[in-house]
């Protein structure tokens, strides 16, 4: 059954701090970490690391912007809705993938302990010394943004992709 019933949506909540434009050689240093973690890096892996730590650190401005990036980009959105569960769908992702997002569990969720031998290990069977290098910091870098984008109450829903580029 089918009706003409509007939807009211909960308010949009305020942001609590303009951080960029409060500490903007912090927002441009960021921005150039953000670079230089990313080259060399598989941009889908990229994508996938983003998305998924933003997931583990609930930061809905993130998941918006890499979301709506990843699917610019032709990701798809299967693999996309998959990820928060992608240990019981691990048939939608390579191997390399996998690796990544473990890895990415490991470094995002340090409360459970250091990031296991046997991760890092399977990490580093699938990506060189330069490329696990550089996994290794845009898992930090992204997580650093998740921070920014919870502690200031980023508002998701505005972000269309190639926004900052």
């Not at 080259?39 to 998941?63: M, T, W, Y």
Request: charged share 25%; with cysteine; hydrophobic share 45%.
């Amino acid at each position: 059954m089918t009706t003409n019933e509007s939807k009211t949506y909960a308010p949009e909540h305020a942001p609590r701090l303009p951080w960029a434009k409060a500490a903007p050689e912090v927002y441009k240093a960021m921005i150039k970490l953000n670079a230089a973690a990313e080259q060399g890096i598989d941009p889908v892996i990229a994508e996938l690391v983003k998305i998924r730590a933003s997931q583990l650190n609930h930061c809905a401005l993130c998941l918006d912007m890499h979301t709506k990036d990843a699917l610019a980009a032709g990701e798809s959105v299967e693999r996309i809705i998959q990820l928060s569960a992608w240990e019981e769908s691990a048939h939608f992702y390579t191997e390399k993938e996998l690796a990544a997002l473990e890895l990415t569990e490991a470094v995002t969720v340090l409360t459970d302990g250091f990031v296991p031998d046997e991760v890092y290990e399977r990490a580093a069977k699938h990506f060189d010394e330069a490329e696990l290098a550089h996994l290794i910091a845009a898992i930090t870098v992204i997580n650093a943004w998740n921070r920014f984008g919870v502690t200031t109450r980023g508002v998701p829903g505005h972000y269309t992709p190639g926004m900052y580029k």
